[in-house]
């Protein structure tokens, strides 16, 4: 019983230190395992650049984008601003957290309401570099899906000239998109190309069904609002996300686009900036993302599902909105080049960054 009890008393040997206890439910990363990491983040540094040097859309085989870090930096501060301004009492780590499932559609002007493209590089590179860092940008914030236009069986009524020169922007973007897709696992789902289409064989081959993605692109080639009337297209609405903001630029209206089902709780945000990646900076996509979050925030609720709590809170929408007729100027730094338009239950917001 003596010898027991000593037993029991017996002090633990201590762990050395930097050991995993033999229970731990956190296996230790193999050294594999580690050495794979290391070897996908070298792969993917390989396209960032540091963001206090200028940032060309291109240099030599390698793109030049902005590391996540400085873009996740860059979403924070235009946040903390939204949301002081706003008074929206959310702060930047919940933003973050909530921006994983925030789900935008795009919808790209062309590249003919710019002239701010430089003379080392040609528009329709230009073009193509607008999307891939728009998908850059939100991969980096955290978000995981998004929806991108191309362009519409429509755009074909101009002419065969004008056809062959948005086949051309299609082209040039293919190879930038290819090499990023693969370096940090962009799955790029490609929705629309037909029998017959130009770029069909191209597409085809570049971007090959993903497997295991980070984030998912969803793009729409020559899009028609008559897909959903088929078979096939019921089948493609299946894979789009609901989407919460609907981005338009330079045009004030959504005159073709329209997806069915999937944007009958969206936003809509106004970006009176054309769509040519080098008329943008990487802090500047970063506040269009936290702009369209806080679109989605005001409108929490509205859509299709709006509850009234009160009939003093309808008398307080009534007196702001139509008899105030409230509008918001948001500055979110001192010489901003960037204007974006949304709404609110209670009127207007317009925010420069």
């Known amino acids: 019983m003596t010898e027991a009890t000593r037993a029991r008393n017996r002090p633990a040997v201590p762990e050395e230190p930097g050991l995993e206890p033999p229970d731990s439910p956190e296996p230790a990363a193999t050294d594999a395992e580690l050495q794979a990491d290391l070897l996908e983040s070298l792969v993917e540094s390989a396209d960032y650049v540091d963001v206090r040097k200028p940032l060309p859309a291109r240099s030599g085989s390698g793109l030049q984008l902005a590391t996540p870090e400085a873009i996740r930096d860059a979403f924070v501060a235009a946040w903390e601003g939204l949301s002081h301004s706003l008074h929206l009492e959310v702060g930047p780590s919940r933003a973050l957290e909530e921006v994983r499932d925030l789900v935008l559609y795009d919808i790209p002007d062309g590249t003919r ?3 701010s493209v430089p003379p080392v590089m040609d528009v329709e590179t230009d073009a193509g570099m607008y999307c891939l860092a728009l998908v850059h940008t939100l991969a980096s914030v955290g978000a995981r899906r998004a929806i ?4 519409t069986v429509y755009n074909r009524e101009r002419g065969p000239e004008d056809t062959q020169r948005f086949l051309e922007i299609l082209a040039r973007g293919v190879d930038p998109f290819r090499g990023y897709a693969r370096r940090h696992r962009i799955g790029m789902h490609l929705h629309g190309i037909h029998e017959g ?3 069909g064989p191209l597409l085809a081959q570049a971007f090959p069904p993903p497997v295991r993605s980070r984030f998912d692109a969803h793009f729409l080639v020559e899009y028609e609002e008559e897909w959903f009337l088929t078979p096939e297209g019921r089948a493609v609405l299946e894979q789009l996300p609901d989407v919460d903001i609907v981005i338009r630029h330079t045009k004030l209206q959504v005159s073709g686009g329209w997806i069915p089902l999937k944007m009958r709780k969206s936003a809509y945000m106004y970006s009176q900036n054309g769509s040519l990646n080098s008329n943008w900076s990487y802090d500047e996509y ?10 989605k925030l005001l409108h929490k609720g509205e859509g299709l599902s709006k509850k009234y ?5 309808i008398k307080d929408r009534y007196r702001r909105r139509e008899l105030n007729l409230q509008q918001r100027v948001v500055k979110l730094k001192g010489s901003p080049r ?3 338009v949304i709404g609110s239950p209670t009127g207007l ?3 420069y960054a």
């Open 113 to 115: 309401s710019t002239l």
């Open 148 to 151: 991108l236009l191309t362009h």
């Open 349 to 351: 917001i317009q925010v």
């Open 197 to 199: 289409y130009e770029l």
């Open 286 to 295: 970063a506040a269009m993302v936290a702009v369209a979050y806080a679109a």
């Open 309 to 313: 709590v009160s009939v003093d809170e």
């Open 338 to 340: 960037k204007l974006f």
